[in-house]
C-alpha cells in the first residue's frame, strides 16, 4: 500500500506546482482566447496558416493564396504536407560515394559526405548540389481568388479596402474581411482535420455579379525557399480527371512523382485557365460560395470530400479538444510587464507547433509552411521540435514520428559500418528515405545521435511499461553502440576522447581540430547511462563496453575556473572568434540533467562572463529557452526571465506567432519549440523570480 501511495505521490507531483499547492483552475477557453490572432497587416511577414500536423496552408489577407508574389521576401504562401516530395530524376546516376571525403581520425581515415565547390571538381560539385536537393518539398496547388473591379480589370492588393484578418485559436477558424470598390468580401479558412486539405466559405454581392472565382493552380515544385515556381510549365502535368455532381478530381505529376487533389463545391462550375490553372466559377444567383479541397497522395472517390459545415464542426471539436488536453500556463496575474508577451507566445507556440511539427516526420525548421534548406529536415533539431510534446502531457504527437528512426535504420547502420563504427549512427540533414546531405558542416555534427534515446526515454517516462521498452530498445542500443565506437580512445591520456573530427552544436569550429566539446561529453555519457538503464529494464547485464566509455571519458575542459568551449579552445572568453553562435555549455545542465561531471558553480560563473562578451546577435531562436532552462536548474530567475525575454532581432516573435531569425529564415520553429520546453520546466522547477511579480499558474506539465 505504501508504494501506491508513493507512486500516487509522485505523479500528483509531475501535474502540481512544487510549492505543494494545489493548482487553481484554469479557464482554458479565456486564456486561449486573449491570443486570437486580429490583424489589419498586409506586410509579407503577417500571413496565417491553418492545418493537422501533417498539412498546412497557409493564407494572406484574403483568407487564400490570392497574391503570393506580395509575401515571397517574407513569409510565403505554402501548401505542404508530410507525403508531398519531388524525387528528381537522376541521369548521371550521382550517388553518396561520389562526394566522400578521408579525415584523419586517430590513426585511421573516416569518409564524410563534403559538399565540393565548382572550383575544386566540377563534378563532385553538381553531385554534392544534387544530392543535397534531391528529394525537396515541394508546393501542392495555389489557392487563391480572382477578382474583378468594375471596370473588368484585375483586383491587386492595393485594392484592398479595410482589411482584417482574425484568427480563432480556440476553434482553429480563419476569418478574412475586406472591401473592394466599396463592396465587403468574407472568407471563413478551415484546416480539414482528417484529410489533408482546407474548406472555404465566401460571401460577398461580388459573386452575385460575377466577379469572383476561386482560382486553382498548380506550380512547379522546387526545391528553392518559396518551393513553387510558374515557369517552366512543360515539366509538369496537370490533368482534370473527374467533374460531376459538384466534384472535381485533377492529377499533378512532375518526374514520377504524382498526387491528386479533389475538390468539393456549391452551385458552379468549372473552367479551364491558363496552363495548369483552373477556375471555380460560383452560381450567379447567390451570394455565398464554399468549396473543399483535399489533397492526397493516391486517388480516392470524389464522394470523400466533407461538406464545409461538416468541416466547420470536425474543426471546432479537434481544436477545443487540443487545447483542453495537456498543459496550460497562465501569466494573467503576473505583474511584470514582460509576462503578457511571454504568455502571448507560448499560447501561439502551442497552435503553431502543432500545425507544423505534429506529422509522421521530423519537421523541417520552418515546419509545413515553406521551404528551408531545400524542405529537408535537421535531425539535431528534432529536440527543439519534439521533447516539449511529452512535457506537456501531449506525448501522442511525438509518438509517430520516432517511427522514421526505425524506417532509416539500414541506412545509418551502413553509414557507421562505412566509416569503421558499430550500431546506427544518424544523420543531420535528411529526408524521408535517411540519406546524408553533402556540407561541410552536418556530417561532422554528432549532438543529433543522442536524441533518439533522450526521445525514447521521454516516451517511456510518459508510459513506463513494457510495451514502450519493446518498442524502443532495439534502437535506443544501436544508437549506444555507436556512441561508445565512435569515443576514441586516446592510449597517451588513458582517456576516450570525442574528435577529431567532428563540428560541434557550436558551428563556428573546425572538424580537423576540434577536440572534447563540453555538450557532447555531457550528452554522451547521459546517453549511455541512459541506454544502460534500458537494458536493466529489458532484463539485459549492463554492457561493459558503454561502462568504459562512461567512466573514462574525457572530462569537460576549464581555464581560468571556466567552461572551454572546446578542449582546444583555450582562449574560449579572449578570442571573439569563439565568442557567437550558440552558447552550448548551457546545455549542459539545463537541456541535460544535472551530473557529476558538471559542476553548477563553474557552470554559472562562465554564463555569467558570457553576458557582455557574446555575440548575441548571432544566437539562434532555441539559444534563450536553452539558457532560460540552465537558470531554472541553477535557482537563478532573474536569469530565467531575462534570457527569455532579451530583446534582440533573433528573439522576436511576429504578430502570427512565428520566432522570426533572419530575412531568408523569416519563421524558426525550434525557437517556439523550445520556448514551450523551457515554460514548462521553469514551471516545474518552481523557478520563475519571487519578487512578487510572477504568480504563474500552471497544470499538467512535466520537467525533462
Same mark, same amino acid.
Given at each position: 500500500m505504501v508504494k501506491y501511495f508513493l507512486l500516487w505521490a509522485l505523479a500528483w507531483m509531475c501535474i502540481s506546482p512544487i510549492n505543494g499547492q494545489k493548482a487553481p483552475k484554469i479557464d482554458r477557453e479565456k486564456l486561449v482566447k486573449r491570443h486570437n490572432i486580429s490583424h489589419t497587416e498586409?506586410?509579407?511577414?503577417?500571413?496565417?496558416?491553418?492545418?493537422?500536423?501533417?498539412?498546412v496552408f497557409t493564407a494572406d489577407i484574403t483568407g487564400l493564396q490570392t497574391f503570393p508574389e506580395h509575401y515571397e521576401q517574407g513569409i510565403p504562401l505554402g501548401t505542404q504536407s508530410d507525403w508531398g516530395w519531388h524525387y528528381p530524376l537522376n541521369p548521371r546516376n550521382y550517388k553518396l560515394s561520389d562526394i566522400l571525403k578521408p579525415y584523419q581520425v586517430g590513426d585511421r581515415e573516416v569518409k564524410y559526405a563534403w559538399r565540393h565547390s565548382m572550383a575544386s571538381d566540377t563534378f563532385k560539385a553538381k553531385a554534392s548540389d544534387w544530392?543535397?536537393?534531391?528529394?525537396?518539398?515541394?508546393?501542392?496547388?495555389?489557392?487563391?481568388?480572382?477578382?474583378?473591379?468594375?471596370?473588368?480589370?484585375?483586383?491587386?492588393?492595393?485594392?484592398?479596402?479595410?482589411?482584417?484578418?482574425?484568427?480563432?485559436?480556440?476553434?482553429?477558424?480563419?476569418?478574412?474581411?475586406?472591401e473592394i470598390e466599396g463592396q465587403p468580401v468574407k472568407v471563413e479558412t478551415l484546416g480539414n482535420p482528417n484529410l489533408d486539405g482546407i474548406s472555404v466559405q465566401i460571401t460577398s454581392p461580388l459573386v452575385e455579379e460575377g466577379r469572383l472565382k476561386v482560382k486553382i493552380r498548380f506550380p512547379l515544385g522546387i526545391p528553392q525557399r518559396l518551393s513553387y515556381s510558374f515557369t517552366q510549365n512543360d515539366q509538369h502535368r496537370s490533368v482534370l480527371l473527374d467533374k460531376r455532381n459538384q466534384r472535381v478530381l485533377f492529377s499533378h505529376q512532375q518526374d514520377n512523382d504524382l498526387y491528386y487533389i479533389g475538390v468539393r463545391h456549391s452551385a458552379g462550375e468549372i473552367q479551364a485557365g491558363g496552363t495548369?490553372?483552373?477556375?471555380?466559377?460560383?452560381?450567379?444567383?447567390?451570394?455565398?460560395?464554399?468549396?473543399?479541397?483535399?489533397?492526397?497522395?493516391?486517388?480516392?472517390?470524389?464522394?470523400?470530400?466533407?461538406?464545409?459545415?461538416?468541416?466547420?464542426?470536425?474543426?471546432?471539436?479537434?481544436?477545443?479538444?487540443?487545447?483542453?488536453?495537456?498543459?496550460?500556463?497562465?501569466?494573467?496575474?503576473?505583474?511584470?510587464?514582460?509576462?503578457?508577451?511571454?504568455?502571448?507566445?507560448?499560447?501561439?507556440?502551442?497552435?503553431?507547433?502543432?500545425?507544423?511539427?505534429?506529422?509522421?516526420?521530423?519537421p523541417q525548421?520552418?515546419?509545413?509552411?515553406?521551404?528551408?534548406?531545400?524542405?529537408?529536415?535537421?535531425?539535431?533539431?528534432?529536440?527543439?521540435?519534439?521533447?516539449?510534446?511529452?512535457?506537456?502531457?501531449?506525448?501522442? =504527437?511525438?509518438?509517430?514520428?520516432?517511427?522514421?528512426?526505425?524506417?532509416?535504420?539500414?541506412?545509418?547502420?551502413?553509414?557507421?559500418?562505412?566509416?569503421?563504427?558499430?550500431?546506427?549512427?544518424?544523420p543531420k540533414m535528411t529526408g524521408p528515405e535517411g540519406d546524408e546531405s553533402p556540407s561541410g558542416i552536418g556530417p561532422f555534427l554528432i549532438w543529433q545521435q543522442p536524441h533518439f534515446i533522450y526521445l525514447a526515454e521521454l516516451l517511456y517516462q510518459d508510459k513506463p511499461n513494457r510495451a514502450t521498452i519493446s518498442q524502443y530498445q532495439d534502437l535506443v542500443f544501436a544508437t549506444?553502440?555507436?556512441?561508445?565506437?565512435?569515443?576514441?580512445?586516446?592510449?597517451?591520456?588513458?582517456?576516450?576522447?570525442?574528435?577529431?573530427?567532428?563540428?560541434?552544436?557550436?558551428?563556428?569550429?573546425?572538424?580537423?581540430?576540434?577536440?572534447?566539446?563540453?555538450?557532447?561529453?555531457?550528452?554522451?555519457?547521459?546517453?549511455?547511462?541512459?541506454?544502460?538503464?534500458?537494458?536493466?529494464?529489458?532484463?539485459?547485464?549492463?554492457?561493459?563496453?558503454?561502462?568504459?566509455?562512461?567512466?573514462?571519458?574525457?572530462?569537460?575542459?576549464?581555464?581560468?575556473?571556466? =567552461?572551454?568551449?572546446?578542449?582546444?579552445?583555450?582562449?574560449? =572568453?579572449?578570442?571573439?572568434? =569563439?565568442?557567437?553562435?550558440?552558447?552550448?555549455?548551457?546545455?549542459?545542465?539545463?537541456?541535460?540533467p544535472p551530473s557529476p561531471e558538471v559542476d553548477p558553480k563553474i557552470l554559472e560563473k562562465s554564463l555569467d562572463a558570457l553576458w557582455t562578451k557574446w555575440d548575441w546577435p548571432s544566437t539562434w531562436g532555441w539559444d534563450y529557452p536553452m539558457l532560460a532552462m540552465s537558470a531554472a536548474r541553477?535557482?537563478?530567475?532573474?536569469?530565467?526571465?531575462?534570457?527569455?525575454?532579451?530583446?534582440?532581432?533573433?528573439?522576436?516573435?511576429?504578430?502570427?506567432?512565428?520566432?522570426?531569425?533572419?530575412?531568408?529564415?523569416?519563421?524558426?520553429?525550434?525557437g517556439n519549440g523550445g520556448l514551450l520546453a523551457a515554460v514548462a520546466m521553469i514551471c516545474t522547477q518552481d523557478a520563475w523570480p519571487k519578487d512578487g511579480n510572477w504568480k504563474v499558474k500552471w497544470e499538467k506539465l512535466r520537467s525533462l
Open positions: 498586409i506586410t509579407p511577414f503577417s500571413p496565417l496558416s491553418v492545418g493537422n500536423g501533417k498539412f544530392l543535397r536537393e534531391s528529394p525537396h518539398r515541394i508546393h501542392l496547388g495555389m489557392i487563391g481568388l480572382e477578382m474583378k473591379k468594375k471596370d473588368q480589370s484585375p483586383v491587386s492588393i492595393e485594392d484592398l479596402k479595410n482589411s482584417k484578418q482574425e484568427l480563432d485559436l480556440w476553434m482553429g477558424r480563419m476569418t478574412s474581411t475586406f495548369h490553372t483552373w477556375f471555380l466559377v460560383p452560381d450567379a444567383k447567390k451570394s455565398k460560395f464554399e468549396c473543399s479541397l483535399v489533397f492526397s497522395q493516391y486517388d480516392f472517390p470524389l464522394n470523400r470530400i466533407p461538406h464545409h459545415d461538416s468541416i466547420r464542426i470536425a474543426n471546432a471539436q479537434f481544436w477545443s479538444r487540443f487545447w483542453k488536453s495537456g498543459g496550460a500556463v497562465d501569466f494573467s496575474q503576473c505583474t511584470d510587464p514582460r509576462a503578457k508577451e511571454l504568455e502571448r507566445r507560448v499560447v501561439l507556440s502551442q497552435y503553431l507547433t502543432r500545425i507544423n511539427c505534429a506529422g509522421t516526420l521530423p525548421e520552418t515546419g509545413l509552411t515553406y521551404n528551408s534548406w531545400n524542405g529537408k529536415f535537421h535531425l539535431e533539431m528534432h529536440w527543439w521540435h519534439g521533447v516539449h510534446f511529452p512535457m506537456w502531457q501531449r506525448a501522442e =504527437y511525438l509518438r509517430p514520428q520516432m517511427a522514421y528512426y526505425k524506417r532509416i535504420q539500414q541506412k545509418a547502420k551502413a553509414t557507421a559500418q562505412m566509416q569503421g563504427y558499430a550500431g546506427v549512427r544518424w549506444a553502440e555507436f556512441m561508445a565506437s565512435y569515443a576514441r580512445w586516446d592510449e597517451k591520456r588513458q582517456q576516450y576522447v570525442l574528435g577529431p573530427a567532428l563540428i560541434p552544436a557550436q558551428e563556428n569550429f573546425q572538424p580537423e581540430t576540434t577536440m572534447n566539446p563540453p555538450f557532447e561529453l555531457t550528452y554522451w555519457r547521459w546517453a549511455l547511462r541512459t541506454a544502460q538503464e534500458w537494458r536493466k529494464r529489458a532484463g539485459l547485464a549492463p554492457n561493459t563496453q558503454w561502462q568504459k566509455v562512461i567512466d573514462q571519458l574525457a572530462p569537460l575542459a576549464t581555464r581560468d575556473g571556466l =567552461y572551454l568551449f572546446a578542449e582546444n579552445a583555450t582562449e574560449s =572568453y579572449l578570442d571573439s572568434a =569563439y565568442l557567437h553562435d550558440h552558447p552550448m555549455i548551457a546545455g549542459t545542465y539545463g537541456m541535460l541553477m535557482k537563478r530567475p532573474d536569469w530565467v526571465v531575462d534570457y527569455l525575454s532579451m530583446k534582440t532581432v533573433k528573439n522576436t516573435y511576429l504578430t502570427n506567432g512565428h520566432n522570426y531569425q533572419r530575412f531568408d529564415l523569416s519563421i524558426y520553429l525550434p
